[in-house]
């Protein structure tokens, strides 16, 4: 228990916790507007096409995470404007923006000299070196996201479920779709110190496909993925710690372990639902 | 009569495809009118139109909103059920809800007027027992009603149904003819339908569109009409529609 508590002592652990906890946050509500909306595979494409910049940051000596963000949030861009006013189809716009991020940054990392100790960090996460900037940027996201949420809460709902009917009744659909895929850009970017490139995806769909065990309410929604990934990435964080693991492997191999728990506790309700109808008296 | 809406010489379609070629139409303020037309014949097209969804390529469209009564929306619009994503995590008291959003309203001011409105529309549709349900707990015939809520809660001048009954059980078909004859008294509507041989029974006029559009000012078609209007479409006859016709593309 001495130990534990120690491990609060120490800032970069103080540090980690707290990435782990906004991260919860911007993922909890972005990633529930992106499995509503069936995005999961555009913020893949959004997730690796940001490698890019992280290739060229490296290059020139500037912070790979900036690059990403600029990456990111280009090729957010890019997909719902080509999706939407090109003849091309959606995905494979994805597809090949997807790529060409990876590309470009393989390229200029292969290109930086001597070897690269961190990039193994962006590709699989690592929240204990988040730094003091990731922190600040991640605390600011969360603000943002939260205050748009806020604001405009039932015009997002409504344009998401409905976009049709939306532009039939005039609300500023083009406005919502790119203001939030830039979100959706900027909460994968900041995330991928978490949890890495490769599993940054997560984050922002198991919390939301458990929540959506118990609730088909958006703003429900919200929240109990906020919940579950506050739970899994703080449960993962220190057990990354105590077995000297990967965070964002650790973060996510808990973050399904609940949902199978989770599983498991409703199928258990439903069985007994059924039986009492079959047996009204199967309680005495 | 009181115009809505006047179509004039308008020629619309999606990048570089010609849907529709010079249509005229004019929609006045007590019209109940069916939209018939095969499949790929542009009446999505024609309603996207008027919805201002997609601009015209040429040609003019003109609207005669009433100033008398600001608080009721131009234009309602049900679209193809078939379009919406039933596992989205929505309520149907918030879908019909959406009907009162406006480009000027898009913060999140919805008063508690705005709530009472929801439950009266949900009351008139019979399904204020739903208003906590969640969309995809609907069967196809709840569901376009929860649609048909939201699209008549602004009170609408015009209302625009695209394929309403479709998916749908024939008992809600049956009340929905009947819902829209009462709501006609309120406002014009256009419905888009591929069932022909039902909506001629309730419509006042119908406007047959086939790349270009021809206007019928009743509700009767003969085959002979049919024929001359160029326009291939099923009659299933409930009997009292003059013929049966099937008719292939002729262009």
């Known amino acids: 228990m001495e130990t534990f508590l120690e491990l609060f002592d120490l800032l970069f652990f103080r540090n980690a916790v707290l990435a782990a906890l906004l991260a919860s946050v911007s993922c909890g509500i972005i990633g529930t507007y992106i499995v509503s909306r069936r995005m999961v595979f555009i913020s893949g494409g959004i ?110 709902l409504f344009v998401a479920f409905d976009e049709n009917f939306a532009r039939a009744i005039r609300l500023p659909v083009d406005a919502v779709n790119y203001l939030l895929i830039t979100l959706v850009a900027l909460t994968i970017v900041l995330n991928i110190r978490v949890a890495g490139i490769i599993l940054v995806l997560s984050l922002l769909t198991i919390p939301q496909t458990i929540a959506n065990l118990f609730t088909h309410n958006f703003k429900t929604m919200i929240f109990l993925s906020i919940l579950t990934g506050m739970i899994g990435s703080f449960a993962g964080l220190l057990l990354s710690w105590f077995l000297d693991i990967p965070s964002g492997a650790a973060i996510i191999f808990f973050l399904v372990l609940i949902y199978l728990l989770a599983r498991v506790v409703l199928q258990i309700r439903i069985s007994l639902k059924i039986k009492r109808q079959i047996n009204p008296h199967y309680e005495k | ?19 529709l070629r010079n249509i005229n139409l004019t929609v006045h303020a007590q019209d109940f009118i069916g939209v018939i037309g095969p499949n790929g014949g542009g009446k999505t097209t024609l309603v996207n139109v008027i919805l201002g969804i997609i601009k015209p ?159 019928h000012d009743s509700n009767i078609i003969s085959q002979e009409q049919l024929a001359s209007y160029n326009c291939p479409i099923q009659i299933i006859t409930h009997g009292d529609v003059p013929h049966t016709v099937l008719r292939t593309h002729q262009q």
Request: aromatic share 10%; hydrophobic share 45%.
């Open chain 1, 47 to 156: 997730t690796h096409a940001s490698f890019g910049g992280i290739g060229i940051g490296y290059f020139f000596g500037f912070s790979p995470i900036v690059g990403a963000l600029f990456f990111g949030v280009l090729s957010a861009l890019g997909i719902e404007y080509m999706s939407k006013k090109t003849e091309v189809r959606e995905d494979s716009v994805i597809a090949i923006l997807w790529s060409l991020g990876m590309a470009t940054g393989i390229i200029f990392v292969f290109l930086t000299p001597g070897y690269s100790a961190n990039l193994m960090s962006y590709l699989f996460g690592n929240i204990l070196t988040v730094s003091q900037l990731n922190l600040r940027l991640l605390l600011v996201l969360s603000l943002l996201v939260i205050v748009v949420f806020l604001l405009f809460f039932k015009t997002i």
């Open chain 2, 57 to 215: 390529m040429s040609g003019n469209i003109i609207f005669h909103p009433d100033s008398s009564d600001r608080r009721r929306r131009f234009i309602g619009y049900l679209p193809q059920v078939s379009h919406t994503d039933k596992k989205f995590p929505i309520s149907v008291r918030d879908v019909a809800l959406s009907g009162l959003a406006t480009s000027q309203r898009f913060m999140n001011h919805y008063s508690a007027g705005d709530n009472e409105r929801v439950q009266q529309v949900l009351a008139q549709m019979g399904i204020e027992q739903l208003a906590g349900k969640n969309v995809g707990e609907l069967s196809g015939g709840q569901l376009q009603r929860v649609f048909l809520c939201r699209a008549i809660i602004a009170q609408p001048r015009l209302l625009i149904l695209d394929e309403p009954n479709t998916f749908v059980d024939n008992k809600f078909e049956n009340d929905l003819y009947l819902i829209l004859r009462e709501l006609n008294k309120e406002m014009a509507i256009l419905m888009v339908s591929h069932d022909v041989g039902t909506i001629t029974y309730y419509v006042k006029s119908i406007a047959c569109v086939n790349k270009t559009l021809h206007y």
């Open chain 2, 1 to 19: 009569m009181e115009k809505l809406v006047e179509l004039q010489q308008v020629t619309a379609g999606y990048a570089d495809e010609v849907v």
